[in-house]
């Protein structure tokens, strides 16, 4: 099956620096890759999402990049907020579907202002 | 417009007791979906269901958790015989029933679920 590896599990920005997370997949049938953003006791919320169709995907200080051929997408924010810090998962369909998501293990964002 | 709704948000249990965890997706879908997480782990995928149909439950544990999806009502995540390595959050997802094409899963704000 699918098999998402997300780096890295921390990551702590000074407020108006960029974050960068990338994500591997190990399923060459994978062509969908959403991002979710989950705040302490929140629910997890697409923020971002990519199809195996582009290569680069962004929505004003978000964007995600994809290489089909090395199996990795990757999440970068600019500029970023003390608001931006929350944890954040990576995740591709699985076997080709189009609905089981297989999900990284996030990555805890902090942003210190 | 009503988000996914869970409930209950919190459920404690001891061990050997039921859990019955309750779905209601977003106005006007028809996809629900279940996964776990555990602390400081991902979501992992547990079931897939549509109305009155089980599509995939591959992710689910072969004993004591059953999902169902009826005509009329919310979905039910049902854990028998919990056991202390049942305790995580719980999380419902919904999306719409747009064909073949990967669709947004919205997701509820989970029931956290504690055996003691």
């Known amino acids: 099956g699918e098999n998402v590896e997300q780096h890295p599990s921390t990551l702590s920005v000074q407020e108006g620096d960029s974050a960068v997370i990338k994500c591997t997949y190990s399923d060459s049938a994978s062509n969908y890759f959403p991002w979710y953003k989950q705040e302490l006791g929140k629910r997890p919320q697409l923020i971002i999402d990519i199809r195996s169709n582009v290569g680069e995907k962004k929505d004003q200080r978000i964007a995600v990049t994809l290489n089909k051929t090395a199996k990795h997408f990757s999440l970068h924010i600019t500029e970023t907020q003390p608001e931006d810090s929350a944890v954040y998962f990576c995740a591709a369909n699985s076997g080709g579907s189009n609905y089981k998501l297989t999900f990284g293990k996030g990555t805890l964002l902090t942003v210190n202002p | 417009n009503a988000g996914v709704m869970q409930n209950p948000r919190h459920l404690v249990r001891r061990r050997g007791q039921e859990a019955r965890l309750r779905c209601s997706p977003m106005?006007?879908?028809?996809?629900v979906y279940w996964y776990r997480q555990l602390p400081e782990e991902g979501l992992k995928f547990m079931v897939y269901l549509q109305k009155e149909n089980i599509i995939d439950e591959s992710g689910m544990p072969k004993e004591r958790f059953s999902a169902e999806f009826p005509k009329e009502g919310p979905s039910i995540l049902r854990i028998q015989q919990v056991v202390r390595g049942d305790s995580a959050a719980y999380f419902c997802?919904?999306?719409?029933?747009?064909?073949?094409?990967?669709?947004?899963?919205?997701f509820g704000p989970g029931t956290r679920l504690t055996v003691l």
């Open positions: 106005k006007g879908h028809s996809h």
């Open positions: 997802a919904s999306s719409a029933p747009t064909g073949a094409l990967n669709n947004e899963q919205f």
